[in-house]
């Protein structure tokens, strides 16, 4: 069991840079798949991005690619998201979430989840 721990939100004006961070507790960090989601006001949660338990894979939402990276440190319990060039449709609310699952593309396997982080981009 992992408890995700989000950090690194706040206001950015459009065509800057945060990265978000997020710590998770527990001694099986490595062994699952970590993801970052968001949830704009009126609009449903959506995958940004993920990432295997390895590291060796990754995945992101088409409207995010080139723009954010994400990255894991198993020795640290840590995953973290550079979000760069933000656009003001990127506001949102942000979610780490772990899951022991090699299917890293689907909400529905991911059974931990952070209290999320707000990102705000000021146009």
């Known amino acids: 069991q992992v408890q995700p721990i989000e950090s690194g939100g706040g206001l950015v004006q459009a065509g800057g840079s945060l990265r978000l961070s997020c710590a998770a507790s527990?001694?099986?960090?490595?062994?699952?798949?970590m993801g970052w989601f968001r949830q704009a006001p009126g609009k449903e949660r959506e995958l940004v991005a993920a990432i295997s338990w390895s590291g060796s894979y990754t995945y992101y939402a088409d409207s995010v690619k080139a723009r954010f990276t994400i990255s894991r440190d198993n020795a640290k319990n840590t995953v973290s998201l550079q979000m760069n060039s933000l656009k003001p449709e990127d506001t949102a609310v942000y979610y780490c979430a772990a899951g022991a699952t090699l299917n890293i593309r689907k909400e529905y396997e991911y059974d931990y989840w952070g209290q999320g982080t707000q990102v705000t981009v000021s146009s």
């Open positions: 527990g001694r099986t960090f490595s062994s699952y798949a």
